[in-house]
C-alpha cells in the first residue's frame, strides 16, 4: 500500500533539452551552473536511433538538463531530434544556445531553432542563451533574438512563450537568471 501512495504521490520528474550548434556553450554552462555530475551518453543514443548523437546530462532534484548538438543538415538533425525524444521523452522546456560571437552561424542555429522549436508544441517555453558576451563582437541578447526570428514569432497568434538573455560561461553571468 505504501509503494502505491508514494508512486501517486512522487514529484514529477521534468526534462529540458539544451541544444544548439556544435561549440556554443552547452557544456561550459552544464558545468557553471553546477547542476551535478555532467555525463557524456552517446551509445544510448547510438542504440537507440542509429545515429551518432552525443548527449550530455545533468541533474537537479527532479529535473533533468539534457544537452546535445544539432546537425547542420536538415535531415541529420530531424534525426537527432527524433533520437533525443525517444530516449528522453518530450521536453518540459527548451534551452537553445548560440554562439552569439559567430554571426555568419545564425542563419543555420535559426533553420536548425525552427526545427527544434517544431517538434515541441507551441505551449513548451524557449530560453535562448546569446552565450559569450564576454567575447569581443558579441551580438546583445535582443539582436541575437532577433537574428534568429524570436521577434517575428512572438507577434503570431500561437507565439511559444520565449526570453532571451545574455550569457557568460566563464563568470556564470545570464545563466541563472534563466
Known amino acids: 500500500m505504501g509503494s502505491i501512495f508514494s508512486r501517486m504521490f512522487a514529484p514529477k ?7 544548439g550548434l556544435a561549440g556554443a556553450g552547452k557544456t561550459t554552462i552544464l558545468y557553471k551552473m553546477k547542476l551535478g555530475a555532467v555525463s557524456v551518453d552517446s551509445s544510448a543514443a547510438s542504440a537507440a536511433a542509429g545515429v551518432a548523437l552525443e548527449l550530455e546530462q545533468a541533474t537537479y532534484k527532479t529535473t533533468r538538463v539534457v544537452a546535445f548538438d544539432l546537425p547542420d543538415a536538415e535531415a541529420a538533425c530531424a534525426t537527432a531530434l527524433a533520437a533525443a525524444v525517444s530516449i528522453h521523452g518530450t521536453a518540459a522546456a527548451l534551452i537553445f544556445v548560440v554562439d552569439a560571437t559567430d554571426h555568419g552561424s545564425f542563419a543555420g542555429a535559426r533553420a536548425r531553432l ?4 517544431a517538434a515541441h508544441g ?6 535562448l542563451f546569446a552565450h559569450k558576451q564576454d567575447m569581443p563582437n558579441a551580438s546583445n541578447a535582443p539582436a541575437t533574438a532577433a537574428a534568429l526570428g524570436l521577434a517575428e514569432a512572438a507577434e503570431t497568434a500561437q507565439a511559444r512563450p520565449s526570453v532571451a538573455l545574455g550569457s557568460m560561461g566563464n563568470t ?7
Open 13 to 19: 520528474h521534468t526534462v529540458i533539452f539544451m541544444a
Open 114 to 117: 525552427e526545427q527544434l522549436c
Open 122 to 127: 507551441a505551449a513548451v517555453p524557449l530560453l
Open 172 to 178: 556564470g553571468e545570464g545563466l541563472y537568471e534563466g
